[in-house]
């Protein structure tokens, strides 16, 4: 069974920290990893890893997958109350490209 | 960018009855539509893959006569939860995934909140 695991399940930073999240994956058949954002409705995409080691970097926020070790982490740098949020890593898998969700990250950000 | 729509965005109704739930891809062609569930303070868990002009694809443990999935035409798909329960209640999300092989990309919906009384 396709497993994806996130840590820590929750998180509280002050305005200003540094925050890593991660996600360790064990499926068949891995296409890609996913991170996306959700706040009160659906998710919002952030970035998308294939391939291992190779950083992907938008604003504050970026990301690197290892295949080999199997997981990948989003770091969010100066983070800002408008991050609070819940961090989604997801992996696709198959031919059909299904999404396998971790349980998320929940990030409060206080000001 | 790739923009996918929900309607309605939430629904109250009676234990008993149907909600039917669309699915639209505005601006793209979506061969493969994928339905979610997420209860609270949860994450989203896939309920269906639907293709275009063929039967959806149930996950394990998904009712395949309680949820039905139709997807008719290439944006849109539709969610039927047939004599809903209130533990059917629950924010329903589908998503969009762009023409072509090498897209891995899911555009999301803005979900429907479903509250079964």
């Known amino acids: 069974e396709d497993k994806v695991v996130q840590s820590p399940l929750s998180l509280v930073v002050h305005e200003g920290d540094t925050v890593t999240l991660n996600c360790s994956y064990e499926v068949t058949n891995f296409r890609s990893l996913l991170w996306y954002k959700q706040e009160k409705k659906a998710p919002t995409f952030l970035f998308m890893l294939?391939?291992?080691?190779i950083e992907k970097k938008s604003g504050r926020l970026s990301s690197i997958l290892d295949k080999k070790e199997l997981f990948s982490i989003l770091n969010i740098t100066a983070t800002q109350t408008g991050d609070s949020a819940v961090y989604l890593c997801?992996?696709?898998?198959?031919?059909?490209?299904?999404?396998?969700f971790g349980s998320g990250t929940q990030l409060t950000v206080l000001p | 960018g790739a923009v996918v729509s929900q309607h309605p965005s939430w629904v109250i109704c009676k234990s008993g009855t149907s909600v039917k739930i669309e699915c639209r891809s505005l601006?793209?062609?979506?061969?493969?539509m994928f339905w979610y569930r997420q209860f609270p303070k949860q994450s989203l868990m896939l309920m269906a893959t639907s293709n275009e002009g063929s039967k959806a694809t149930y996950e394990q443990g998904v009712e395949k006569d309680k949820f039905l999935i139709n997807h008719a035409s290439l944006t849109l798909s539709t969610l039927t939860v047939t004599s809903a329960h209130p533990e059917d209640s629950s924010f329903y999300i589908c998503s969009a995934r762009d023409w072509g092989p090498g897209s891995y990309e899911q555009y999301f919906g803005p979900g429907t909140r479903l509250t079964v009384t």
């Open positions: 294939t391939s291992s080691g």
């Open positions: 997801a992996v696709v898998v198959g031919s059909a490209r299904q999404l396998t």
């Open positions: 601006d793209f062609q979506a061969t493969t």
